[in-house]
């Protein structure tokens, strides 16, 4: 990617809120053929106020290196951007390329390339082995990974070091009695966000670290004995005083903002909350570490944005795979996932990205992320349940909870 745009963008904050505001098409012509050269649609959201920018330096370096394709960019705020979508499908006119999260209706309708027509094998061999397998359906890959996140343990060393806590915890049990130390100094041990804002998230961080889970795109499985284990020791820290009062109506936004001002010993967060303890509070003593789990074995919550491309024209296809190897290249990629905050999805990107030490936890724990069921249709009102039931844990038995939120799975 050109020097131009290094410069420029790597002192944005890599972190920013959603824009609400859309834009229109950034390129001029209309899609298909014009003159010979080849014209992409291509529909991204807003990750933060330079992702516009971001999208637009791509596509100036790409269609300098390939002047027979021109791509018009379409930008529109994630509140927007399944509606413009759907809106663009009934009128015949989907995008090309789209940035987006739900694909399994798309692929189940015959509207999408498979992923291996649309990049090279270069371009797919280098997704992570977890990331390329959660862009299936039916056996057939057709996302390709754009952007991950995973979770990591955030602990304050302040607090660890009044608590008399050697190290960050590694198991659950570790974990517990680290809690339990804080919370006796007067602050809160460990921050449980089981409010409407993310109880799903919070559940299959404590699942996933018990070989558990949610299902696959054929099954929801949420009532296992694997999950109920991993409830019943959730429940457990909140009895044990380890969290902070009322988890089930504690948000996962406030929470770690609460941690960000040194009030909390220990929460789950993202790479983005790294941004914002710089930006909010500087001189926070905290590490990072890997997600405890019951056997100490790394496991975590993953969650990937992707890249489709869709059926409009077969002439258009080798624009799309070059469009789709050109920036997947390890130069252009790692800056645009640098910029916008992310972690990569590709082995290459890793490694590029391995030497910054503050992402390193999140790094080494991609491979052994797990990953919401995205393609199964009944994920919608599993997801709802999850929000809806499961702050009801502090009040009921974990086999309560669990039984009501796949009975809701289950009538979808």
């Given at each position: 990617m050109k020097s131009k745009l290094r410069t420029g963008l790597a002192a944005m904050a890599a972190v920013g809120a959603l824009t609400v505001s859309s834009c229109g098409f950034g390129g001029s012509g209309d899609s298909g053929e014009e003159g010979g050269a080849t014209t992409l649609d291509l529909l991204v959201p807003s990750y933060s106020d330079g992702t516009k920018a971001l999208w637009e330096g791509v596509i100036e370096d790409f269609e300098s290196a390939n002047e027979d394709i021109s791509v018009n960019l379409q930008v529109e705020s994630w509140e927007n951007l399944e509606s413009v979508l759907q809106t663009k499908i009934q009128a015949g006119e989907a995008p090309d390329i789209y940035n987006g999260g739900a694909?399994?209706?798309?692929?189940?309708?015959?509207?999408?390339?498979p992923a291996n027509e649309v990049a090279s094998e270069d371009t797919i061999?280098?997704?992570?082995?977890?990331f390329a397998e959660n862009e299936t359906f039916d056996?057939?890959?057709?996302?390709?990974?754009?952007?991950?996140?995973?979770?990591?343990?955030?602990?304050?060393?302040?607090?660890?070091?009044?608590?008399?806590i050697q190290a960050p915890p590694t198991t659950w049990d570790e974990l517990h009695a680290a809690a339990q130390k804080i919370s006796a100094t007067g602050v809160p041990g460990y921050g449980m966000p089981l409010g409407s804002e993310e109880a799903q998230g919070e559940s299959l961080i404590w699942f996933a670290g018990n070989g558990g889970g949610f299902g696959d795109e054929s099954e929801i499985a949420v009532n296992t004995p694997e999950n109920l284990e991993a409830a019943e020791f959730m429940k457990k820290m909140i009895s044990d005083g380890a969290t902070q009062p009322d988890p089930g109506a504690t948000q996962r936004t406030p929470m770690i903002n609460v941690f960000?001002?040194?009030?909390?010993?220990?929460?789950?967060?993202l790479p983005q909350?790294?941004?914002?303890?710089?930006?909010?509070?500087?001189?926070?003593n905290y590490g990072i570490a890997n997600v405890p789990t019951n056997s100490g074995e790394p496991s975590t919550l993953g969650v990937a944005d992707r890249l489709m491309a869709f059926k409009n024209d077969e002439d258009k296809q080798e624009a799309i795979k070059a469009f789709m190897d050109f920036f997947y290249a390890e130069d252009n990629y790692v800056e645009w996932v640098e910029t916008e905050?992310?972690?990569?999805?590709?082995?290459?990107?890793?490694?590029?990205?391995?030497?910054?030490?503050?992402?390193?936890p999140f790094l080494d724990m991609l491979p052994t992320a797990k990953f919401y069921p995205t393609t199964n249709p009944d994920w919608n009102a599993t997801d709802g349940a999850f929000k809806a039931l499961m702050g009801q844990l502090e009040d009921q038995d974990a086999q309560t909870v669990l039984e009501q939120i796949q009975a809701k799975a289950d009538a979808a």
């Open positions: 694909f399994s209706a798309f692929a189940d309708e015959g509207l999408l390339y061999s280098d997704f992570q082995e977890s056996g057939t890959q057709y996302g390709l990974p754009l952007i991950a996140s995973v979770r990591a343990l955030f602990y304050n060393q302040d607090l660890f070091d009044a608590a008399g960000a001002q040194g009030q909390i010993g220990m929460v789950y967060a909350t790294v941004g914002q303890i710089e930006e909010e509070n500087p001189d926070l905050g992310f972690l990569p999805t590709t082995k290459s990107g890793s490694e590029a990205m391995g030497s910054e030490e503050s992402l390193k």
